[in-house]
């Protein structure tokens, strides 16, 4: 099996050149006897006619040629021009056969055949005989000549030609070789990238390329951007857990610290038991985003059909005391340009912070219109426009009584920066709650 592009079209053009070749070899080699032998033949046919015209037959002797002069090269000896007349009353050669016989064979009145036979001093004869009839009786008639030379000078020719045709060979197959090469650099340019990129040295592959292989490249770079991204998510959500627990975790020492084994201490006791609440919420939360955006791999796109109605379906049974109704509105195309897994975690915090404020009803639209526009709003109490700027910043919540640790919105604007797109927060028209708007290009590229 051939593993190397390189190689396998040099093997497949190479054949393909050598059959081509081969073929207009044979053929042009085998052309000009076909022209020489029609000259030939249009002569022969011319003499035969004209012996033809001056034949003497009846019935009782032999055929004769009347009076006149007869070309001198049909009185010369074993002079490769020969004639030979057949007839039931005897037969009629010329003196340049000396006594040799052609091998004619009785032809049928109006036909005509050209054939190749043996003649005087192992000569090669192309021969002309044709079938007719003088003053009622039937005979052939055949004239020919020695080709010997021909084939020798034929032979000459097609030695020269299938040298032409291999040094023309040779030199278009090294032509190949180099086009190959210098075709295929583009890919080696961006297999090193490739490398460089697994070695952490870059970012991104840049290298030009030709049209068929840009649209791989683009996957492999997006691919990359999304895992980058997936790496990010995962710093900052250990980061953000370690945080988050950091403060209770230490609170908690210091109450154990300070407070007498011997003389236990309800209010220490209340306390402690407040800070594992703050842990077990911490934790709860993150499991809560894992389940939302932690089933999804890398690279697959997002496809609404098949990943909004569970998603619904789940914060629905998280909210059930609250009564939470979702109604979603999305598109039926089969699948969209986006990271699965960043999706999910931009729905699931969007909907989730949706529902935790909602009164009982939550909306969610999601449009192409030049891209991805989404938009989720709730029947909440909402926020002044002066406080909307504090929600993209992490860690920061504007209402500590209720659970939570303010990630939520500044992850869903993380991912919608590095997609290059828009997020603008205003207050609903339709139900009075928050309303969250966001834009996302269909391509990052």
């Known amino acids: ?144 000549e020695d080709v010997s030379h021909i084939d020798e000078d034929l032979r000459k020719f097609q030695l020269q030609y299938l040298i032409g045709v291999i040094l023309t060979l040779a030199l278009l197959l090294g032509i190949q070789a180099l086009v190959i090469r210098v075709s295929l650099r583009p890919l080696e340019q961006a297999r090193r990238e490739l490398s460089e990129m697994a070695a952490g040295q870059r970012q991104s592959i ?64 209340e306390q402690i038991r407040a800070q594992s609440l703050k842990i077990q919420q911490t934790i709860e939360r993150e499991l809560k985003r894992s389940r939302v955006a932690g089933t999804a791999l890398p690279g697959q796109h997002f496809t609404p059909a098949s990943e909004l109605p569970p998603l619904i379906q789940m914060l629905e049974r998280i909210y059930a005391n609250k009564d939470i109704k979702i109604h979603a509105q999305f598109p039926s195309r089969s699948d969209l340009p986006f990271d699965r897994a960043d999706m999910l975690e931009i729905l699931g915090n969007l909907l989730d912070n949706a529902c935790k404020w909602a009164t009982h009803t939550v909306k969610i639209s999601l449009q192409i219109q030049q891209g991805l526009a989404l938009s989720v709003c709730d029947d909440g109490p909402g926020i002044p426009a002066s406080e909307i700027p504090q929600l993209t910043t992490r860690g920061q919540r504007l209402d500590e009584s209720t659970p939570g640790h303010g990630l939520g919105l500044s992850i869903v604007c993380e991912i919608v920066t590095n997609y290059r797109g828009q997020i603008q927060f205003t207050q609903s028209t339709s139900l009075g709650g928050l309303k969250v708007q966001l834009h996302l290009p269909l391509s990052i590229a």
């Open 206 to 269: 840049s290298a030009p390329l030709p049209r068929e292989i840009k649209p791989l490249v683009q996957e492999i770079n997006r691919l990359g951007e999304v895992t980058r991204r997936n790496i990010e998510k995962s710093r900052n959500a250990l980061g953000n857990l370690a945080h988050a627990l950091k403060t209770p975790l230490a609170a908690m020492t210091q109450l154990l610290e300070h407070t007498n084994p011997n003389e236990p201490c309800r209010t220490t006791l």
């Open 1 to 144: 099996m051939i593993r190397s592009l390189h190689a396998k079209l040099a093997l497949w053009l190479t054949v393909s050149l050598i059959l081509v070749f081969g073929g207009i070899a044979l053929i042009s080699s085998q052309f000009p006897r076909y022209l020489t032998e029609e000259y030939v033949l249009t002569r022969l046919e011319h003499d035969g006619d004209g012996l033809r015209h001056r034949l003497i037959l009846d019935a009782h002797t032999p055929p004769r040629i009347s009076a006149g002069p007869i070309a001198p090269i049909y009185e010369t000896r074993h002079s490769g021009h020969y004639y030979q007349i057949d007839s039931p009353n005897g037969s009629l050669s010329s003196r340049s056969l000396d006594g040799y016989q052609l091998r004619l064979t009785d032809l049928p009145v109006g036909t005509q055949r050209t054939l190749h036979i043996p003649g005087p001093d192992n000569q090669t004869l192309l021969l002309w005989a044709g079938g007719f009839e003088v003053n009622g009786t039937p005979l052939t008639l055949g004239v020919a």
